[in-house]
């Protein structure tokens, strides 16, 4: 269960085809960027909290690939996967981001760690080859929290039921 | 939607739905604080307008241009569910944070023994 956090997460789109996100975290950047690095520490953040996130493949240098596959509880899995194009600790992460089913349709995501009195501000920006890909990215999300809620729902009816 | 993401698609209509946001401004005041032409700032404006994301209303000689909430609304609601998958990762990572700053510490303090 996490804490209430008052850093709040910001979703902008600075162009037709890109996503950017800031969020701020109360670590010095050293910390955030293991947290983004270590393939101990991703299957506790990365993925939803109602799914499993194992990492299958992460070799952590430019031209080295990761894979994380993402299991939920009725046991289907899907993978993401990527290619590291820069590293630059504890500076900049440039890496592709691929889901599998939809192969094909390749973001390039740029992650850029400024430290300030402790804090790390986290800017994440995802450039797409087309408009279609950008907006088809934004919509996944719509199908994760439909997913989250159903099965939040799915959890209420159990207790009520019992 | 779409015709909400194609207006703001281009940096200078961008720049003045921010302008607007702040307060509604004549199209000679977009043009002074943008630095562009007239023509070019108007052709934005009907853009921007045929979109529905400005009104116009005369006032003496000028048009006064404003923001209207819905369509922004509008994108907003489109963009939340993304924001909340990020946000519910990033609330994780928090969690993953604080405890490698209190394994930091406590290698720290050993050390400092």
């Known amino acids: 269960m996490s804490m209430t956090s008052s850093a709040t997460t910001k979703v902008t789109l600075p162009s037709d085809t890109e996503i950017l996100i800031t ?5 010095p950047r050293d910390l955030v960027f293991k947290a983004m690095t270590d393939p101990d520490l991703i299957p506790r953040w990365w993925g939803p909290r109602n799914l499993t996130t194992t990492v299958d493949k992460m070799d952590v240098r430019p031209g080295g690939r990761w894979r994380y596959v993402s299991g939920a509880p009725d046991g289907t899995k899907s993978a993401f996967r990527g290619e590291y194009r820069e590293i630059v600790a504890p500076e900049r992460i440039v890496q592709t981001f691929e889901w599998e089913p939809m192969a094909g349709h390749i973001s390039v ?17 995802s450039k797409f080859s087309s408009k279609a890909d950008r907006d088809g990215m934004v919509a996944s999300g719509m199908e994760t929290g439909l997913r989250e809620t159903h099965d939040r729902f799915a959890e209420l009816l159990a207790e ?3 | ?3 909400t993401l194609s207006a703001l698609a281009e940096p200078n209509r ?22 562009l032409r007239q023509p070019q700032v108007s052709k934005h404006l ?33 963009l939340e569910p993304y924001r909340r ?15 490698l700053k209190r394994k930091e510490k406590g290698k720290k303090d050993v050390h400092d023994k």
């Open chain 1, 23 to 27: 969020r701020e975290f109360d670590a």
């Open chain 1, 109 to 125: 995501d740029t992650a850029t760690f400024t430290e300030r009195d402790g804090h790390t501000l986290l800017t994440v920006r």
């Open chain 1, 160 to 162: 009520l039921r019992d």
């Open chain 2, 1 to 3: 939607m779409q015709a």
């Open chain 2, 14 to 35: 961008r720049q003045i739905v921010e302008l607007l946001r702040r307060k509604p401004r004549a199209v000679g005041e977009i043009v002074e604080r943008l630095g």
């Open chain 2, 46 to 78: 009907r853009v921007l307008s045929e979109a529905g994301l400005v009104q116009a209303r005369p006032v003496a000689q000028q048009r006064i241009y404003s923001l209207r909430a819905q369509p922004l609304k509008e994108l907003d609601d489109w």
């Open chain 2, 85 to 99: 998958k990020w946000d519910e990762r990033f609330g994780q990572l928090d969690d993953v944070l604080r405890d």
